[in-house]
């Protein structure tokens, strides 16, 4: 497709249990984002990552969040051990490259913690 | 630390009632300014981009101003289908991150 794609939609699962959210970039798109937002927040920055660069993590909440972009392309954001809290919808975003500041959103990862 | 803030949280309007949305920004250095609209259950979907104070852009009943400390998106004639939560986002220009910073977003209903 020509938009970014992220699965799964939607995600319930049990406290303790560890979760794999997907995202696909626009084909081209160095730059990629994710985001989290829960109900009445605004987007909380997660993970930036930037063509081979390291990824800038600063935005990760403690280190059960952890991300990795394999062939600079499809990314994976890890939640272990979830807790309550972590419940929200988790988006992605990429972008031509990060200068261009223009995000393109997947439809995101609704993730309940039960 | 790079912040936003927008004004106000939620607007209710009649279809036709034309009003703006604010959007009061501090950043060390301004890349761009971005406009996004989300609608329920869909992620954000890219608007504008302004880079400098004077700068305007348009789009069919939206319009996006800047200047050095706010942006307003004003909304003509606005239709039911304008109803969505419009975010704003800051991208700073110095620091080399290029992570855009986003407000808590304007919800806004217009009604027939």
């Known amino acids: 497709g020509a938009g970014v794609s992220q699965s799964p939609s939607n995600k319930v699962t049990e406290k303790g249990k560890d979760v794999e959210l997907r995202c696909d970039p626009i084909?081209?798109?160095?730059?990629l984002y994710w985001y989290r937002q829960s109900l009445g927040q605004g987007l909380e920055f997660l993970i930036y990552f930037q063509g081979n660069s390291a990824p800038d993590k600063s935005g990760l909440p403690s280190d059960r969040f952890s991300a990795e972009r394999t062939g600079g392309s499809v990314s994976t954001l890890t939640i272990q051990r979830t807790q309550q809290e972590d419940s929200a919808v988790y988006l992605c975003a990429s972008s031509l490259a990060g200068f261009t500041g223009e995000l393109f959103f997947g439809e995101g990862s609704r993730l309940t913690v039960l | 630390e790079d912040q936003v803030t927008q004004s106000p949280e939620a607007l209710r309007l009649q279809e036709g009632e034309s009003s703006s949305l604010n959007c009061s920004y501090t950043v060390s250095g301004l890349r761009g300014l971005f406009w996004y609209r989300q609608d329920p259950g869909k992620g954000p979907e890219f608007l504008f981009t302004?880079?400098?104070a004077g700068e305007e852009k348009e789009k069919e009943r939206l319009k996006a101003t800047l200047t050095k400390k706010e942006s307003f998106l004003h909304i003509t004639a606005p239709k039911p289908e304008d109803s969505a939560t419009y975010l704003c986002a800051v991208q700073a220009a110095s620091g080399g991150s290029y992570i855009p910073t986003f407000g808590r977003g304007t919800s806004l209903i217009v009604h027939p």
């Open positions: 302004l880079y400098s």
């Open positions: 084909s081209g798109h160095t730059a």
